[in-house]
């Protein structure tokens, strides 16, 4: 668990797709929930399992009452999807982590959003705010068919009209949202958001490359049925964080970065999006070898000479940085 825990009720459970399912989760006893900002998601203690599950939150931020994560069943997962889908009841109490963001929605003068199935989460929290604040915004969610196509109703309201695109591919990608066309230009100040499956973030990687769309201005959340990405796929353990130097070791424990630990120490390390995607905080490993969970060396291999501070995390007990 990354931070405090919270009891939470399921006050309402929705299809709102085929295989997907959306819950409301409130206070037991009707108070106020923390603040998050779009893009957070919600650590879950799925009934039956080890281990947690990350959800995010796709409703407005702006909400205190209430959290809603949805969840698409995938009969070949780890076992979370079904899970929920099949354990979790109206009524019944979850034991969640409060809210988590390493996807935030940064200042820009403008936005573009791109989702793949149940990828639309995070993005639909940005949509909201983005919409409520003024912001110029544009959404392109893909999915196989209409009948797959999570919130269409909502997405379909006088609020997103004109702002939402919904692209049908029948399962062929060929003959769904052309990423090329679409990336080929790019307003000033104008920053990418992708949250979706593996060939789409692939696709739209490639494209924003293609098309000299800068790395900061590009951001990456992988998703899948299970949860969000493979930042968070496997349980977290403590390690130890070397300073080539001075020598200083610093522990780095389960739920916080490299990143935060260095900072608390008042070790200084340049840094941006803090999601993974930019490359701002890439640093040298000196000894040991990173768990690396960032987007941005899947553009090119990292091996164990570098990593991303702001998201990765150590195979080994310790690493011993160029710092």
Known sequence: MTTNTLRLRVAR?????????????VSQDGGA???FEAGAHLDVQVPGLNGMRQYSLCNDPGETHRYIIAVQRDAN????????????????????S?????FPLLYGRSYVLIAGGIGI?????????????GAEWVLHYCARDADRTAFRELLATPSFAGRVHIHHDGGDPTKGLDVR????????????????????MKAVREAATLHKWPWE??????????????????????????????????RVPAGKTVLNVLRTHGVKVESDCEAGSCGTCVTRVCEGTPDHRDTFFQQESAGDARMLVCVSRARSKRLVLDL
């Open 98 to 102: 409060e809210p988590v963001n390493d």
């Open 33 to 35: 929930l923390p603040e």
């Open 13 to 25: 459970i929705t299809r709102e797709a085929e295989g997907i399912q959306s819950y409301e989760l």
């Open 121 to 133: 989460t995070p993005l639909l929290a940005m949509a909201r705010v983005l919409e409520r604040t």
């Open 217 to 250: 201005k590009v951001h990456f959340e992988a998703f899948t049925a299970e949860g969000t990405s493979a930042t968070h796929a496997t349980a977290e353990v403590d390690f130890e964080v070397a300073l080539k130097s001075t020598g200083q070791v610093l």
């Open 181 to 200: 066309a679409l990336l080929a230009t790019r307003g000033p100040g104008t920053r990418l958001y992708c949250c979706g499956p593996a060939g789409l």
């Open 77 to 96: 997962g780890r076992g979370g999807s079904r899970a929920m889908h099949e354990n979790v009841h109206e009524g019944d109490v979850l034991t969640v």
